[in-house]
């Protein structure tokens, strides 16, 4: 019997054992398998998580963020205690413990889905389990994920810490709110960098990885707080708090950004604009639209917030008054049906309309709702209760062309600000607004260091995203000829040559005749380079360019950025190839720092996630910058190392001429600083684009409006109407912070006084408004009396000149022909010039 019963417990031991190994061996297989293909542990070792970009203004302050997944990256060190300790207790309470899978919680996981038959199963994920799901793996729920999560977690507890493991696992977590780990939710839930958070605030945050569209802290308010006393629980059961802690912060009201107790972070950014998204569009392509979005790059723009407001406010301004002076009405296009009107507020907040402009006064979405005899009564957003009743009166609308009653339906969706007194601000009345259908750019840079300080691509961001600055290819007219002019002055001419104003043909490969005319529809005889530019002479500009050569002008045109391959077609000469506000205003601000180089930039630097520069725009040398024995008030000497786009002189002589634009040429009635400044007017063919682009000693800025498709905008809407005033705005308050001084005036200048209506030399006391004191290069003596004329002859079919322009004579070109030009000029009618 003894015997019976050993053999059978031998037998069973032997069954046991083997069973064992064979289960061993089972598992080791099954192991096996899942583990040879198992992405390397070592990736994480590296592991870099999609982070927030961010872009600064010069003071620092946030004005735009870019990310795919909308995280703030924390390292370990940076995380409080209370944080780490509120998502042990909520998620792995043995975390510290286990070597990655947690044995106990597994087991307890079986017997409870077992115990209800398959009805209460829940997840016994550890925390290193879930950065293996969340990192290396994908989400299904399977068994044979599970096991791949298990075989992971254990290997990765061999090759990082713990709290490398946790760190990884509390920046990679969705939050919701579209907020991906600790620090972007603590932002987003109560708009608080992670050290202030209090303990009822963490506890919320640890609620949250596992359904956070379930805790939703208005929608799902009892729901969070029970759950968030749990967490509480834990952490005080763990040791973490104290019993008081607990019973406090248990019974504290839930209050976050969601109910309205915080501000909303995103209430201190600004509304994107055109300069930021510009900044998106280019470091996209410089670093990759991976890297911009989820790189966690740190860009100090150059953007000037002051200057930007000024910029919007005068661009805006000149649309808007282009806009009302047609007297059309079209509104928003946007109709709440009747049906909705009951609930107008939850209907109008639906409306994608615009919510980013600001003209004397913020512009808000409204809604008719009544429409009487005298009146238009709204429904405003925001409007609150003691605001001025929103009631349009009929004399607001007097602008509008047609019938009142033709142009307004109940349930139409408009926008309407406030009109107030300039004296103190008091309410005069609700005011109708519509976006402008014209529409136009704006540019301003540093002339030295190539920093755009604003930049508007639009009347709004939100209406059109389009950046017309630097997307948009329009002909820049006559505020192209000063390229001309540079390459004729750099090729031996002088402000005082003489170049004739008379009728030209030019025959046109195919067939056919082209007869470029001056706007005024006038001729003038022979003129000075000086009077041709400041009245946008086109017969002249046609003449220089073909005695220069229109090969050299598009190898000027070309070295200033303007174009990159410009055709040399003798029409080009007035501006007839498209470019951008962004390169005309950069070409002019070279004429304006003494012919040097300069980059237009939007980014100072860019700084990696680790605070590395990875880009600088300012590569001058400062030879003393960090000098303590520099003396105080004596700035630190610069060295540039800019290329040399033209000669010196040349460029003060152009700048010269340009600042006769402004005192006395095409754009003296609009422009009008306190300090010296030059420009130049440009319109184009039946006015479809108007342009000025200017300068002071230390700022370029340009101007154009236009239609997108483009169409005649009417008689008179020329540059020196349309643009100037705009630069003239916007520089007033630029030249109010930045000031301004006289051009410098460069080395190699000897001055004569020259007649400015003829070309004439003066005695050097001659003085009048004829008399103008031109710089000619040292050394060279200028040779006046020569007439150049581009070896063009008078077209055999156009009205003689004394039909014309009256009072012509005779004169010799440089081909011996004798053709008949004008007298003197007398100017005509004021124009700003252009294609013809």
């Known amino acids: 019997m003894i015997r019976f019963v050993l053999s059978a417990l031998g037998g069973l031991f032997s069954m046991v054992t083997l069973g064992l190994i064979m289960a061993a061996l089972g598992l080791w297989g099954i192991f096996w398998m899942y583990g040879r293909d198992l992405p390397s542990t070592s990736v994480l070792a590296s592991y870099t998580p999609k982070t927030i970009s961010r872009v600064y203004s010069g003071e620092g302050r946030i004005i735009d963020e870019f990310a795919t997944e909308r995280r703030l990256f924390a390292p370990s060190e940076e995380i409080p205690d209370l ?129 956070p569209s379930n805790y939703h802290p208005v929608r799902d308010r009892e729901r969070a707080m029970d759950r968030r006393r749990f967490v509480l629980r834990e952490m005080w059961e763990n040791g973490y708090i104290t019993r ?79 806009d009302r002076g047609t007297g059309e009405w079209r509104g928003t296009g946007e109709v709440i049906p009747e049906e909705q009107l009951a609930n107008w507020q939850e209907a109008l907040g639906d409306v994608d309309v615009p919510r980013d402009v600001v003209l004397e006064q913020e512009w808000h979405p409204a809604v008719v709702l009544e429409i009487a005899d005298q009146s238009l009564t709204l429904g405003i957003e925001d409007w609150r209760d003691g605001d001025p ?47 402008p259908e014209v529409q136009g750019a704006f540019m301003a840079m540093d002339v030295h260091t190539g920093r755009v300080l604003a930049m508007q691509g639009g009347f709004s961001y939100q209406h059109s995203v389009f950046n017309r600055a630097t997307q948009a290819d329009r002909q820049p ?23 004739v104003d008379a009728p030209i043909e030019v025959e046109i490969p195919g067939g056919g005749v082209w007869r470029p005319k001056n706007a005024t529809n006038r001729y003038y005889g022979p003129t000075p380079l000086r009077t ?33 391959n410009m055709n040399a077609y003798l029409s080009n000469a007035l501006g007839s190839e498209e470019t951008t506000v962004f390169k005309m205003v950069a070409a002019y601000a070279m004429f304006a720092n003494g012919g040097e180089r300069v980059e237009p930039t939007l980014v100072d630097r860019v700084q990696d996630r680790y605070g590395t520069t990875i880009y600088r725009h300012d590569r001058r040398i400062c030879e003393d910058c960090s000098d303590p024995r520099l003396p105080y008030g004596e700035a630190p000497s610069i060295v540039s190392n800019r290329d040399r786009v033209m000669n010196a002189v040349t460029a003060y002589q152009l700048t010269s001429m340009l600042e006769g634009v402004v005192q006395r040429g095409t754009a003296a009635r609009a422009v009008n600083l306190s300090v010296p400044v030059a420009g130049k007017t ?70 004569i006084q020259i007649d400015r209506f003829s070309g004439s030399r003066l005695p050097p006391g001659a003085s009048g408004g004829n008399v103008v004191s031109e710089c000619f290069r040292a050394g060279e003596e200028p040779i006046f009396g020569i007439t150049f004329d581009g070896g063009f002859t008078m077209a055999s079919d156009v009205p003689l000149f004394e039909e014309a322009g009256g009072g012509g004579r005779r004169v010799t070109t440089s081909t011996g022909q004798s053709v008949t030009v004008g007298p003197r000029a007398n100017f005509g009618t004021l124009s700003s010039g252009g294609l013809y």
């Open 83 to 211: 944080v780490k300790q509120a998502f042990i207790s909520a998620e792995d309470k043995r975390f510290y413990e286990h070597g990655g899978y947690d044995v106990e919680g597994i087991a307890a996981a079986v017997r409870d889905a077992v115990r209800s038959r398959g009805e209460d199963i829940r997840g016994a994920s550890t925390i290193t389990q879930q950065v293996m799901k969340n990192f290396l793996l994908d989400g299904s729920r399977s068994v044979e994920r599970k096991i791949k999560e298990i075989i992971l977690a254990a290997r990765i507890e061999e090759t990082l810490s713990k709290d490398r493991i946790l760190e990884l696992y509390l920046n990679e977590i969705f939050l919701g709110a579209n907020s991906y780990g600790v620090a972007a939710a603590s932002q987003s839930y109560f708009n608080k960098p992670l050290a202030q958070l209090n303990l009822e605030e963490a506890a919320y945050l640890a609620i949250l990885p596992k359904a």
């Open 244 to 322: 008081e802690e607990f019973e406090t912060a248990a019974v504290a009201p839930l209050r976050t950004v969601q109910s309205g107790d915080f501000a909303s972070f995103k209430a201190e950014l600004p509304p994107r604009g055109y300069f930021t998204d510009e900044i998106r569009r280019q470091l996209s392509g410089t670093f990759g639209e991976s890297e911009f979005f989820s790189g966690g790059l740190s860009i100090r723009a150059t953007i000037d917030p002051e200057m930007q407001i000024e910029a919007e406010k005068a661009l805006r301004r000149a649309l808007e008054q282009y």
């Open 389 to 435: 009743a929103p009631v349009v009166p009929r004399e607001d609308i007097q602008w509008m062309r047609g019938n009142f009653f033709d142009n307004f339906e109940r349930g139409d969706v408009v926008h309407v600000r406030k009109m107030t007194t300039d004296d103190d601000g008091a309410f005069i009345r609700w005011s109708l607004r519509q976006i």
């Open 477 to 499: 007219g006559s505020a192209f000829k000063p390229f001309v002019y540079a390459a004729a002055l750099d090729s031996g001419y002088t402000p005082a040559t003489i170049v």
């Open 532 to 564: 041709g530019i400041e009245w946008s002479r086109n017969l002249m500009t046609i003449r220089l360019a073909q005695e220069v050569g229109m090969g050299v002008v598009a190898d000027y045109a070309e070295r200033f950025g303007v174009y990159d």
């Open 682 to 751: 440009g319109t184009t063919n039946d006015e479809k684009d108007a342009w000025f682009v200017g300068f002071t000693s230390n700022i370029a800025a340009g101007c154009y409006i236009g239609f997108d498709n483009p169409r005649p905008m009417g008689q008179g809407a020329g540059g020196g109407r349309l643009c100037a005033p705009v630069f003239n705005e916007f520089m007033q308050a630029a030249v109010a912070k930045y000031g301004g001084s006289k051009f410098a005036i460069p080395e190699g200048c000897d001055f």
